[in-house]
């Protein structure tokens, strides 16, 4: 009888064994499916913050611009009314 059993368990055991790959084997097929999912996600990812990267490096570059416009037009501005400044004492000083 414990031969018997032993046969039993030890066929048992196998069948769980059968299963157990069977379950892995059916499962493996998504979760590489997922893996590659995942890593095309990622290479995506990349290429955006890439692509990101690069136009914040020229909006930098525009906002350097916009800066020195901007001190350029003020200095205008400032020699306008120094102009202005003059030609109205200018006029002031013609009977």
């Known amino acids: 009888m414990a031969n018997g059993t032993s046969?039993?368990?030890?066929?048992?055991t196998e069948k769980k064994m059968e299963l157990v790959f069977k379950v892995l084997t059916?499962?493996?097929i998504p979760i590489l499916l997922w893996v590659n999912s995942l890593?095309?996600?990622?290479?995506?990812?990349?290429?955006?913050?890439k692509t990101q990267s690069e136009e914040i490096k020229g909006m930098k570059e525009e906002v350097g611009n916009?800066?020195?416009n901007s001190k350029s037009l003020e200095d205008i501005k400032d020699d306008l009314k120094e102009t202005n400044k003059n030609l109205t004492s200018l006029l002031k000083s013609i009977p």
């Open 7 to 12: 046969i039993e368990n030890s066929l048992s």
């Open 26 to 28: 059916v499962l493996i």
């Open 39 to 49: 890593s095309v996600t990622i290479a995506v990812m990349e290429e955006k913050i």
């Open 66 to 68: 916009v800066k020195l």
